[in-house]
């Protein structure tokens, strides 16, 4: 998650942003929360990380074809694990 998406994530008024200015629907300039913007991106860090590490959808599917569910179930709680909520 960029800085970008977390404006417009914790701030519904901003629909523009430039460099670090952000602008409402009529183009004036508007104030965002430095502190808000940078706990949400602290906060769904875990997302990213998480996507990245999780096997492969090929990969899940011939763990379950050849060792099976309990086996598959057992690598994705490893990344749940590794980066938690």
């Known amino acids: 998650m960029n800085k970008h998406q977390a404006i417009y994530a914790t701030h519904s008024n901003v629909v523009t942003i430039r460099g ?10 508007v104030t965002y929360n430095e502190a808000t913007v940078q706990a949400y991106i602290d906060a769904n860090a875990y997302k990213e990380l998480r996507a990245k590490a999780y096997p492969s959808i090929a990969d899940q599917l011939d763990i379950l074809y050849h060792s099976g569910f309990d086996a598959w179930k057992s690598a994705i709680q490893a990344v749940k694990e590794e980066f938690p909520k």
């Open 20 to 29: 670090d200015e952000a602008f409402d629907a009529q183009g004036n300039p």
